[in-house]
């Protein structure tokens, strides 16, 4: 049992047990001794939560879809587990949510909530969400995405409860194409065509000035 953790604690003994001294004297404010060796603590649930993005980096426009993938460590099940996704609206144009693996999802104002319901021990659940980058969003921002995952239990490690995806966001290439072999051909026949012309008239001119 860690530091600090939350715990409950059922007593109930016979008068002069060998397990809890001076039971007569339990009051509010009242100390009383307990050997640790009866007691029992319950057992740890430690949800973790992962994210990835596809694709990474992202054109201006193209979509990117995520991947929340929520697991339930530790020996005990994990009960009334939700997961809220915070999308970046300012560089999101749209939102589509897959079918999540268990439990319910929808999203309101670009807060994605999954209720993923109970998670047995070694178990992992999944959500796809799918957006596109607006077309304003500037070229090489990074889309930031956060995640979070809670439960009924005790949560004896924090530090995965939550998941940040970064995106970065790429120009277009450029649409104009490189010139081609028979683009090459028809530049060098329309400027030889040109040149004769043009020698041509010359040569005419110079014949009437004869
Ligand atoms: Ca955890
Ligand atoms: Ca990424």
Redesign the pocket.
């Known amino acids: 049992m860690p530091p600090h953790a939350r715990w409950s604690l059922s007593l109930s003994w016979a008068k002069n047990s060998d397990k809890i001294e001076h039971p007569d004297s339990l009051s509010a404010g009242g100390a009383f001794r307990i050997y640790s060796n009866y007691l029992t603590f319950p057992s740890d649930a ?3 939560i992962t994210k990835t993005d596809l694709s990474d980096p992202v054109v201006v426009g193209a979509q990117v879809q995520y991947t929340l993938t929520v697991t339930k ?1 530790g020996p005990s099940d994990a009960t009334g587990v939700v997961v809220t996704d915070n999308l970046p609206l300012a560089d999101i144009a749209s939102i589509t949510l897959g079918t999540p693996s268990q439990g319910n999802a929808s999203e309101l104002g670009g807060v994605v909530t999954w209720n993923v319901g109970n998670l047995g021990a070694g178990s992992s659940a999944q959500l796809t969400i799918t957006v596109h980058v607006k077309s304003s969003t500037p070229p090489y921002t990074v889309i930031v995405n956060k995640a979070a ?1 809670t439960g009924d239990q005790y ?7 939550g998941a940040a995806e970064e995106t970065k966001v790429i120009p277009l290439t450029s649409s104009v194409p490189g010139i081609s072999l028979w683009g090459g051909v028809a530049l060098a026949v329309l400027f030889s065509g040109t040149l004769i012309w043009l020698v041509c008239r010359k040569l005419i001119t110079a014949g009437r000035g004869r």
């Open positions: 430690d949800l973790a460590y995952v949560d004896p490690d924090l530090t995965n409860n």
